[in-house]
Every structure is written in structure tokens, then in C-alpha cells.
């Protein structure tokens, strides 16, 4: 039975697992810097298997929640609404500048800098994931890191794409806003660790 369930821990360590791909540019640029000035990009991107726009999500998980008791999709929305200043953005911030802190590398990412460079995190697409006690699916978020220069952000120095970054935490989440927060965290953790081993080569 330990058997079994190794096994399984494997395969699903295999199936959500995050894929980081440089697209274009190197990471020289940033040895020699100790702040990046960091934008988040949530404007544009789609959500769950089917591509639905963040409207389309809104407005469906509204009418789902409002079947279960009415009101409870206004209640959902506003959290939904805040979770990315409150949630999604710190948990990058906050998890990316540990790792570096920890691997004793001064560079820090914070919001509002008058830095060189920038670093922009687009939003691709987003799957909540599900909970439901014994069973659960953690959430995967994709994104577009693009580090460009802050007086000319078409001039881009590096380009990342990290697709599918899981998120999920050791016992039970049912809310998904935190579900997706841990997404971004480990979607940070992974950049600031290809920071580490590429830049301070």
C-alpha cells in the first residue's frame, strides 16, 4: 500500500509539474543589480481548460455559487477582485526575494521603482484547481516573465515563459483565489532560482 501511494505521489509530481523556457536574451544583467523594479500584468488572459475569458469565469462561478445560496456570488466576486493586489502579487514578491535572500544574492523585486530595468509579469491563463477534502487538484498558473529596460520597455533583455506552475498547500484549501496565489509563489521561486544558478554563474 506505501507502495501504491509513492507511486502515486510520483505521477502526480510528474503531471503538474512547471516548465521554464527562456525565449529570448540572457541573464547577465542582472549580477549586477540589487533592486527590479516589477509590474504585474493581469489585463488579458484566459481561464480553465475551455480558454473562457475572466468575464465569462466571473459571471459562470457567480451563478454556480448563487445556486447554492443566494448572494454568495457577489461575496465570492469581491474577493476574487481584490485577491490579485492582495493575494497573487505579494505571494510572488514576498516568496521570489526569500529564495534570493536565503541564497545571500542582493536583489530584490518590489513594485514602484525607478530601476534600469523592469520586470514584467503577464498573466497567460489561469485553472483554479478544486478541493474537495480527500481528493484535490492544485491550481496551474502560466506566465510571461519579460525583463525589459524601464526607459524602453520594447528593448527586452530576457524573456521567460513558465507554464502550468502548480499551486497548492499541505493540508486542505478550498479557496481558489489562495490556491492560485500559490501558483505565483511558485512560479516566483522558480525564477528567482534560474536567477541564482544563471546569473551568478
Not at 478541493?131 to 520597455?153: R, S, W, Y
Request: hydrophobic share 40%; no cysteine.
Amino acid at each position: 500500500m506505501k507502495r501504491l501511494i509513492f507511486a502515486l505521489f510520483l505521477i502526480s509530481g510528474v503531471a503538474f509539474a512547471q516548465d521554464m523556457k527562456v525565449v529570448q536574451g540572457n541573464f547577465d544583467f542582472l549580477k549586477d543589480q540589487k533592486e527590479i523594479n516589477t509590474q504585474f500584468d493581469y489585463s488579458n488572459f484566459t481561464m480553465m481548460k475551455e480558454n473562457k475569458s475572466e468575464a465569462q469565469y466571473i459571471e459562470e462561478h457567480k451563478a454556480d455559487l448563487d445556486k447554492k445560496a443566494k448572494g454568495n456570488g457577489n461575496l465570492w466576486e469581491k474577493r476574487w477582485v481584490v485577491s490579485k493586489d492582495q493575494i497573487w502579487t505579494p505571494k510572488f514578491l514576498e516568496i521570489g526575494n526569500i529564495v534570493l535572500s536565503k541564497a545571500k544574492k542582493d536583489l530584490n523585486f518590489q513594485e514602484g521603482l525607478n530601476t534600469p530595468y523592469t520586470l514584467i509579469v503577464q498573466t497567460v491563463w489561469i485553472y483554479p484547481g478544486w478541493d474537495a477534502g480527500i481528493m484535490k487538484q492544485p491550481a496551474k498558473v502560466t506566465t510571461n516573465l519579460k525583463f525589459v529596460e524601464t526607459a524602453n520597455k520594447s528593448n527586452v533583455l530576457l524573456e521567460i515563459t513558465s507554464e502550468e506552475s502548480p499551486g497548492d498547500q499541505w493540508g486542505s484549501n478550498f479557496s481558489n483565489e489562495s490556491r492560485i496565489g500559490e501558483g505565483y509563489a511558485k512560479t516566483a521561486k522558480s525564477l528567482s532560482k534560474m536567477i541564482i544558478k544563471k546569473a551568478y554563474k
